[in-house]
């Protein structure tokens, strides 16, 4: 996979692309040392996304078999949740998800995540949501993307 930079957003070539551009955009902030792709349990790696970063949620919703999935801790929050629809300038709503983790250096339990994205039309990738994790144990919020 690889990332055309010259333009004015970063383009890949495929959803593992996310990953760099998650690593380069929290370089920024709190690194990300973790990352995690979404698929759906029907093997679909396409999603309509909503999030609201304020909050701490992100929702994806398989664009095959329309199965929910909320992202990590979202659940938890999601009632307080005011959601913003991820639709990309090409008018496309059906996006690649990866989340980046941002790490403590204690103990290595998750301080922050980063929600990417790449639209599975143009390939523009992005960062949709980003949100602190203040509680451990958090590692298991891997698992959950």
């Known amino acids: 996979m690889s990332i055309d930079t010259s333009g004015k957003w970063w383009v890949g070539t495929g959803p593992e692309d996310i990953k760099e551009y998650v690593e380069a955009y929290a370089s920024q902030g709190y690194g990300a040392?973790?990352?995690?792709?979404?698929?759906?349990?029907?093997?679909?790696?396409?999603?309509?996304?909503?999030?609201?970063?304020?909050?701490?949620?992100?929702?994806?919703?398989?664009?095959?078999?329309?199965?929910?999935?909320?992202?990590?801790?979202?659940?938890?929050?999601?009632?307080?949740?005011?959601y913003e629809h991820w639709r990309c300038e090409c008018g496309s709503e059906a996006t690649n998800i990866g989340v980046g983790f941002s790490l403590r250096k204690k103990g290595g339990e998750i301080r922050w995540l980063y929600v990417g994205c790449r639209c599975a039309r143009c390939d523009v990738l992005g960062c949709f949501a980003d949100w602190k994790i203040d509680y451990a144990p958090s590692r298991h919020l891997f698992d959950r993307v």
Do not use: M
């Open 33 to 82: 040392h973790e990352f995690r792709l979404a698929k759906c349990a029907c093997g679909s790696v396409d999603f309509h996304l909503d999030a609201d970063d304020a909050e701490g949620v992100a929702k994806r919703t398989c664009t095959k078999c329309s199965r929910q999935h909320f992202l990590c801790d979202s659940e938890e929050f999601a009632e307080e949740a005011e």
